[in-house]
T-cell receptor, first 112, second 114 residues
């Protein structure tokens, strides 16, 4: 079965600083999703990556999928308190119809 | 707002009881998936329904069952509740058009089993 490992598990940054979250898969990624979750709430879709080398951006958040399709990174530029939350990567193991496997999450706190 | 709603928001049950959680998908979405998220962990896939039929199941016992209705609503039923069933239960809906389809999550139901 596919496993996703996220690093770091938690992160505290000063407002305005840049940060990167990584997601490493034990198998080839066919679809990699990034979600954000406020504590105890539902998941908000951020971006989906499919092709090796693909990069997508939304506002100050950029996500990349490496060429070998086994690792993805999420980069936040000039972090703000509104970026605080839990970032989760999810993968569709073998293009099975979106029965997603998730990583353990990265808990981000942004200090004003 | 994702257009996916869940009820109730919170629920407290005792061990051995049965519970039904409800989800209302986005209009037109033909697929609904349910996930269990224990405190401090990522969500775990329970099962998926496509056009009212179970389409796949994760590593969960048969006491976890579900239904999907034609009106874009669905249910998750859990029998013989155990303490470890305490978690946030999330439903996610999508429209399957082939390949990878984005899932939109509801706000979740927090279940506490005492």
């Amino acid at each position: 079965s596919q496993e996703l490992e996220q690093s770091p598990q938690s992160l505290i940054v000063q407002e305005g600083k840049n940060l990167t979250i990584n997601c490493t898969s034990s198998k080839t990624l066919y679809g990699l999703y990034w979600y954000k979750q406020k504590y105890g709430e539902g998941l908000i879709f951020l971006m989906m990556l499919q092709k090796g080398g693909e990069e997508k951006s939304h506002e100050k958040i950029t996500a990349k999928l490496d060429e070998k399709k086994q690792q993805s990174s999420l980069h936040i530029t000039a972090s703000q308190p509104s970026h605080a939350g839990i970032y989760l990567c999810g993968a569709d193991p073998g293009n099975a119809g979106n029965m997603l496997t998730f990583g353990g999450g990265t808990r981000l706190m942004v200090k004003p | 707002e994702t257009g996916v709603t869940q009820s109730p928001t919170h629920l407290i049950k005792t061990r051995g009881q049965q519970v039904t959680l409800r989800c209302s998908s986005q209009s037109g979405h033909n697929t609904v998936s349910w996930y269990q998220q224990a405190l401090g962990q990522g969500p775990q896939f329970i099962f998926q329904y496509y056009r009212e039929e179970e389409n796949g199941r994760g590593n969960f016992p048969p006491r976890f069952s579900g239904l999907q209705f034609p009106n874009y609503s669905s249910e998750l039923n859990v029998n013989a509740l155990e303490l470890d069933d305490s978690a946030l239960y999330l439903c996610a809906s999508s429209f399957r058009a082939g390949g990878t389809d984005t899932q939109y999550f509801g706000p979740g139901t927090r279940l506490t089993v005492l």
